[in-house]
């Protein structure tokens, strides 16, 4: 099994509709993120979680909402998708030797 | 505040020629520093990672950075290109007062037969 696995891997879904993309981990790492990739930009951080009690809003967090289920759960929302959050998203986590990626979750809203 | 620049979205190179990918960095505290790789529809892979340990940093499939502390530099190379290496590179900062990576736009590299 994967390090770090993201559910779905690719969705296509309609504006104006919530979903949820979630992420599991088996590192045993209190630190948790979400990230979004868009071409030309990089990756983005949208949101970040030190431990379970901890949640923190990264650069891009208009529009999403997280929870933290559990130390290995973290998981991201978007209530009323829109055109412009169709992008690839990555979740990770880490200690502080490293990070370690999912295999992202290809996200288009129609 | 703290960034990274990526020169250069797109670098041709042809097989066997020397891999050059530029990243620069602002901080004003004394960074951790990486290269990540991504391959068509996969995810990021770790390259190499600088920590202050020593400055010259040897990652895998051949690749090698240098931090430059007078140019706020960690540029990426590789000797000798291989078809392998088509790829999306991305430079990456973090710092220990919080541990967040904030990465660079990416480049993509494409090899010439």
């Known amino acids: 099994d994967a390090d770090v696995t993201q559910t779905p891997r690719n969705r296509i879904t309609k504006t104006g509709k919530r979903i949820m993309l979630e992420c599991s981990q088996t590192k045993g790492h209190d630190r948790m993120y979400w990230y979004r990739q868009d071409p030309g930009l990089g990756l983005r951080l949208i949101y970040y979680s030190f431990d379970v009690k901890d949640i923190n809003k990264g650069e891009i967090s208009d529009g999403y909402s997280v929870s933290r289920q559990a130390q290995a759960k973290f998981s991201l929302s978007l209530e009323s998708a829109i055109p412009n959050q169709t992008a690839l998203y990555f979740c990770a986590t880490s200690d502080l030797w490293g990070y370690t990626f999912g295999s992202g979750t290809r996200l288009t809203v129609v | 505040a703290q960034s990274v620049t990526q020169l250069g979205s797109h670098v041709s190179v042809s097989e066997g020629a020397l891999v050059l990918l530029r990243c620069n960095y602002s901080?004003?505290?004394?960074?951790?520093l990486f290269w990540y790789v991504q391959y068509p529809n996969q995810g990021l892979q770790l390259l190499l990672k600088?920590?202050?340990?020593?400055?010259l940093v040897k990652g895998i499939n051949g690749f090698e950075a240098e931090f430059k502390k007078s140019e706020t530099s960690f540029h990426l190379t590789k000797p000798s290109a291989h078809m392998s290496d088509a790829a999306e590179y991305f430079c990456a900062v973090s710092f220990s007062n919080d541990y967040k990576l904030s990465f660079g736009a990416g480049t993509t590299v494409t090899v010439r037969a």
């Open positions: 600088y920590t202050s340990a020593a400055t």
């Open positions: 901080s004003s505290v004394p960074p951790y």
